[in-house]
């Protein structure tokens, strides 16, 4: 998994991959800070997923020109990302993770960040977007069109009228369907991309149609040419929908106690 962080309301995104960086059975205390009350999404079924705490420049980034998973490899100890290098990869970054070649020959997917760089101020911060552990193969037209504006509506919204931490987390559904390179299956092709926020320290003189989304909301989209439109919905809502279509169980939760205030039920 990975995290981000931007703006004067620092927002930190968690993105839930399927296979992922310091490589980890639980959280490191350094990646804690990106996550709702140091807290993972509960409920978590499938076993292939990684905790990864992703480092750049020396800092933890939890979610780096792009950039290969040093983790995830059996030939490095560093854990920082690095530059792919010009020559052949060693096997072992394929067999863990996806590599530039994978997207060379494809017509209809483009590396789509989960974590978005414009969603990040520090020049480090946005190099920190760069790597393959932080995209999944999109459908150009969903990319570029409803998901990129889904995309400057959070980034909007956040800033305008979150006052506080804003923690994001986004995720696929998965289709079964794969891009393929010498005949064998590399990616996974998402069918819908969601992602949640959590703000509990928001403007409540914020417009109803805006207030109305906090402290949490949600939303996704279907990663197609068509019928792509992104909807907004509850964060109980897509978890509900999480809940019939993946890898989660009856107690799923995105944000700890669904994001609402410790003192919130004080007078």
């Given at each position: ?11 930190f995104v968690?993105v ?8 980890k059975?639980?959280i ?5 800070q ?8 509960r ?10 705490c992703?480092?750049?420049a020396?800092k ?8 290969y998973?040093?983790q995830?490899s059996?030939?490095?100890d ?10 052949n ?5 394929e ?5 530039l070649e994978?997207?060379?020959n494809?017509?209809i ?13 520090d020049?480090?911060?946005?190099a920190?977007?760069?790597t393959?552990t ?16 889904h ?10 009228y979150c ?18 390179r ?5 990616l ?15 403007d ?11 402290p ?11 019928d ?21 169980d ?10 609402v205030?410790?003192?919130?039920a004080?007078p």
């Amino acid at each position: 998994m990975i995290v981000f962080r931007a703006y004067q309301s620092i927002i930190f995104v968690l993105v839930i991959v399927m296979a992922g960086a310091e490589v980890k059975e639980n959280i490191s205390p350094n990646c804690k800070q990106f996550l709702y009350m140091g807290t993972l999404p509960r409920g978590l079924k499938e076993k292939s997923f990684r905790n990864i705490c992703q480092y750049y420049a020396g800092k933890p980034r939890y979610d780096v020109p792009w950039m290969y998973e040093p983790q995830l490899s059996i030939v490095s100890d560093s854990r920082e990302m690095q530059p792919f290098p010009s020559e052949n990869l060693h096997k072992s970054f394929e067999d863990a993770q996806a590599v530039l070649e994978d997207y060379s020959n494809s017509v209809i997917f483009e590396r789509g960040q989960l974590n978005p760089d414009e969603h990040q101020a520090d020049i480090d911060d946005k190099a920190a977007t760069y790597t393959l552990t932080n995209v999944v193969p999109q459908v150009r037209e969903f990319n570029i069109g409803p998901w990129k504006n889904h995309e400057h509506t959070i980034r909007r919204r956040l800033n305008n009228y979150c006052r506080g931490t804003a923690y994001v987390v986004t995720g696929v559904t998965t289709s079964g369907h794969n891009i393929r390179r010498h005949n064998i299956n590399r990616l996974g092709i998402p069918t819908y991309l969601w992602s949640a926020y959590c703000c509990i320290n928001f403007d409540h003189n914020a417009p109803f149609s805006e207030r109305s989304k906090f402290p949490a909301f949600a939303a996704h989209g279907l990663n197609d040419r068509e019928d792509n439109k992104v909807q907004e919905m509850t964060v109980q809502q897509l978890e509900d929908y999480l809940k019939r279509v993946t890898y989660v169980d009856s107690s799923f939760q995105i944000f700890y106690d669904n994001c609402v205030a410790l003192n919130s039920a004080m007078p």
